[in-house]
């Protein structure tokens, strides 16, 4: 398990990847806007891959906006002294795991299908 500095630093990383993943939403949020459907102005083309653009930005915002609700359930679990063991067991996730996603909530067990 982490000592409590490794924890202190792990949440400061934490909390600069939620500040940068914010940032990025807000940065963004014109790629996300709808269409403008005027033939008049953009032809059919260009509307066409507009509106592509505009898919792939806000699948984008869902995976940021998930991973930045996963990273602030990260940081919760660290203040409250639970970071490091499953949320479905309670049994201790392997440094390995944690060194892979150290926002992971669960251990490999659990995330198999095979505790809880």
């Known amino acids: 398990m982490m000592d409590a500095s490794e924890l202190a630093a792990l949440r400061a990383a934490l909390v600069m990847r939620l500040e940068a993943l914010r940032t990025t939403s807000e940065t963004t949020v014109d790629n996300r806007r ?15 891959d507009a509106m592509q ?23 919760c679990r660290i203040d409250e002294g639970e970071y490091g063991y ?19 909530p669960t251990c490999i067990r659990c995330a198999s299908g095979g505790g809880g």
């Open 86 to 104: 499953c949320v479905s067991c309670d049994e201790e996730i392997s440094a390995k795991r944690l060194g892979v996603d150290p926002v992971i």
């Open 34 to 48: 709808p269409v403008e459907l005027d033939q008049t102005s953009v032809g059919r083309l260009s509307r066409m």
């Open 53 to 75: 653009v505009q898919a792939m930005a806000l699948a984008t915002e869902r995976r940021r906006h998930d991973e930045a609700r996963r990273v602030g359930a990260a940081i």
